[in-house]
Structures are given as structure tokens and as C-alpha cells.
């Protein structure tokens, strides 16, 4: 095994993750094109779901985000009917943040930065769709991006604080 690919094991699957840097690939495919497990030739496969993320062997992210917007688009329909229901825009808007903007923001620290443009009009128009159904402004898909990038940042830094203050104290 080359030492930029790992298999990480499961307890109902197998997967080979490798680092390809300045696009060469070619340690990675040689790894994967001839795998067996089991005496079993494993198949490539053009997508995969892992950890809820629709991963393309291109590195796209149009399956995925198409994969999400559909979905949150369905959670709509229950909106509207809330809304026909007379409910209160703050009982909509816990609905719209426990049902659409958790699947919308599922992973996105790691897919929505490398989105096409079309891919993030059709995430926003779920978002825009939900403001006029609630009545109240929502923040924008890339709002929710650029916050949960500055929350894991925040909290890289803080545990690297938490190291050098531990290393410092020894």
C-alpha cells in the first residue's frame, strides 16, 4: 500500500481514502483498481454516500447538493401545509430550521466551497422559497457557510490554545 492511502475499516464496510495532491492520482488508482477483499474484486463505483455526503469520482459536488435540494424541497410541502394551518411564523421557522436548513447545511464546511454557481442557486432558491412561506428573512445559504466556517475555525483555534497551553504547562 502506498503510504498516502489508508483502508479504514467498518463494521459493514471498507473504505480506501488517499491523499492526491498537485492532481496526481496515480498512487491512489493503482491502489484501487486491482483491491480484493476476501478473494472479491471490489468495485469502483462513479458515487458513493459516506457520512451522508454524495461523493462523485470527479469531486463534484452537483449530485449532492442536487441530492439536498430535492430533499428540502419535499420538507416544503409540509411547511406550506403549516402555514395553511395558520401557524405562527416562530412555529415556522423552528420547523424550517429543524427540517430544511439541517438538511441544506448538512457537511457543508466541506462541499459548498467548491459548488458550482448553478448548484448554489438552486440551494438559495429553497431558502427564498421558505422566507415567503414564513414571512421573515432567513439568512442566506452562504451566510450559514461562512458561519459554520467561522465556528469550526473558532473551535480549531481554541483546541490548539487548549494543546499549547497544556504543552506550556508541562
Known amino acids: 500500500m ?8 467498518f463494521a459493514d464496510d471498507t473504505t480506501v481514502v488517499g491523499l492526491i495532491s498537485k492532481n496526481d492520482e496515480s498512487a491512489y488508482r493503482e491502489e484501487v483498481s486491482f483491491l480484493h477483499i476476501d478473494g472479491s474484486t471490489v468495485e469502483i463505483v462513479k458515487s458513493t454516500k459516506f457520512l ?35 401557524l405562527p411564523p416562530p412555529i415556522l421557522t423552528t420547523f424550517y430550521r429543524g427540517t430544511i436548513k439541517s438538511i441544506l447545511s448538512s457537511c457543508i464546511t466541506a462541499w459548498f466551497g467548491k459548488c458550482t454557481v448553478s448548484d448554489r442557486k438552486s440551494l438559495q432558491r429553497v431558502v427564498r422559497t421558505a ?21 469550526k475555525a473558532n473551535s ?5 490554545q487548549i494543546v499549547v497551553t497544556k504543552l506550556l504547562s508541562e
Open 156 to 160: 480549531i483555534v481554541g483546541l490548539c
Open 131 to 151: 422566507e415567503k412561506i414564513i414571512g421573515i428573512s432567513r439568512p442566506t445559504i452562504t451566510d450559514i457557510y461562512t458561519t459554520r466556517c467561522i465556528r
Open 52 to 86: 451522508g455526503v454524495h461523493l462523485a469520482e470527479d469531486l463534484t459536488w452537483s449530485l449532492n447538493t442536487s441530492t439536498l435540494t430535492k430533499k428540502a424541497q419535499q420538507r416544503l410541502y409540509f411547511l406550506r401545509r403549516l402555514k395553511r394551518a395558520h
Open 2 to 9: 502506498h503510504s498516502s492511502n489508508h483502508i479504514i475499516k
